[in-house]
């Protein structure tokens, strides 16, 4: 039996219950969502419901009050699970806070983009949204031990951190999972999303990216290789960040002339994801991109530790014409910390100094795999 991983999300979740809002859960598919609410839901008279089913979408479906609430039973606390299947989910959860203030609803979701147009505009002020995303390294060093912790760390680079995946017992069971996530259940969302007819395009789009992982995109090239426009291309690219495959990170700058603006940055919230799509799971002292794993490690897992410490950032890459770059800034209340990411120690460049004397608010840190806990853990 494998060990259970407590999400740090959870105690987050429980203080905004029954609160007479709908919590909505979102995140990529398989990376818990289903299992961390039906923990939530222990031991408090709830019912779990699977909006994939038609039987259950078409009684959510109906808005009939009276129906939808015999259906729902007195429980207390009722999950709706890939809520996004149901049409106008919002105006039916509306119906329900507004009636029955009492009963407390999670609505999950794999997709932002499809959950959120039907959910927020009928459910202004009335719900609380969470991010769960795959296991990050804190809720990972809660329950491993300090040596098996420590070895994990190249696994992590290689394999990711999805639940399912982060527990495998061997490296083979490990590539299984990641190629059964990438192929039957991570893009079921965005193929789906307006009948996108081109799934061979988007894969490609994927491996192009993942191929330039930790370099700044252009969209025109991108377009030109996969034969595409480039409004097809930004729009694919929009639609996996709405279902958490990847992210952006734009280009800091306050107008100064030398600096690059318009740029994007894109990485993937999960490293076994984009190896999945190379077939590139060699050990790390036999990669070339090893640089820009630990780039991308390093910036998707201060993501989950700074939602963690609900610590809230702008994000940005920073580059000016005469190739003067910082892997990653925030920003937050005026003051900038700025961080380039190295896997060997023994690399230490010096902080731009264009950049310290512009920008007098601001530090510098590099991040290396010996100094990498104060940063993420």
């Not at 009492?102 to 959120?116: E, H, K, P, V, Y």
């Not at 000016?320 to 120690?345: H, R, V």
Request: charged share 30%.
């Amino acid at each position: 039996m494998k060990k259970i991983i407590g999400r740090s999300i959870e105690k987050q979740i429980e203080k905004y219950l029954f609160k007479n809002k709908i919590i909505i859960l979102y995140g990529a598919r398989q990376v818990g969502k289903t299992f961390l609410s039906k923990k939530i839901a222990k031991g408090k008279h709830s019912l779990y419901l699977d909006c994939e089913k038609i039987s259950v979408r078409e009684v959510i479906e109906s808005q009939n009050l009276e129906r939808i609430k015999s259906f729902l039973g007195e429980n207390k606390l009722v999950i709706l699970d890939e809520a996004q299947k149901v049409k106008n989910i919002g105006t039916s959860l509306k119906l329900l806070v507004d009636h029955h203030p009492n009963m407390q609803i999670i609505a999950t979701g794999s997709s932002s983009f499809d959950l959120s147009n039907k959910v927020l505009e009928p459910l202004t002020g009335r719900n609380f949204k969470f991010n769960l995303y795959p296991f990050s390294l804190s809720e990972l060093k809660k329950n491993l031990s300090p040596e098996n912790f420590s070895e994990k760390l190249e696994s992590f680079l290689r394999f990711g951190m999805y639940p399912d995946v982060a527990l495998s017992e061997t490296e083979e069971e490990a590539r299984f999972k990641l190629d059964e996530i990438a192929n039957d259940y991570l893009y079921q969302d965005v193929l789906a999303f307006e009948k996108l007819k081109k799934p061979d395009l988007l894969l490609k789009l994927l491996q192009a990216i993942a191929l330039q992982l930790g370099n700044e995109v252009s969209f025109r090239e991108l377009a030109s290789l996969l034969q595409t426009s480039g409004e097809t291309v930004q729009r694919y690219l929009d639609l996996l960040e709405k279902t958490f495959v990847i992210f952006k990170l734009h280009s800091f700058s306050r107008n100064l002339r030398k600096e690059i603006g318009k740029k994007i940055k894109i990485y993937f919230y999960d490293l076994g994801i984009r190896n999945s799509l190379i077939q590139n799971f060699a050990p790390l002292n036999l990669r070339n991109d090893i640089g820009a794993l630990w780039e991308n490690f390093c910036i998707s897992e201060r993501i989950k530790i700074n939602q963690e410490r609900l610590k809230k950032v702008n994000k940005y890459f920073w580059r000016t014409y005469s190739q003067k770059e910082i892997d990653y800034i925030e920003e937050k209340d005026g003051l900038l910390e700025a961080y380039e990411f190295k896997w060997s120690p023994r690399k230490k460049p010096k902080a731009p100094q264009e950049f310290l004397e512009n920008y007098q608010n601001s530090s510098f840190e590099i991040i290396s795999r010996e100094n990498y806990g104060e940063f993420l853990l």
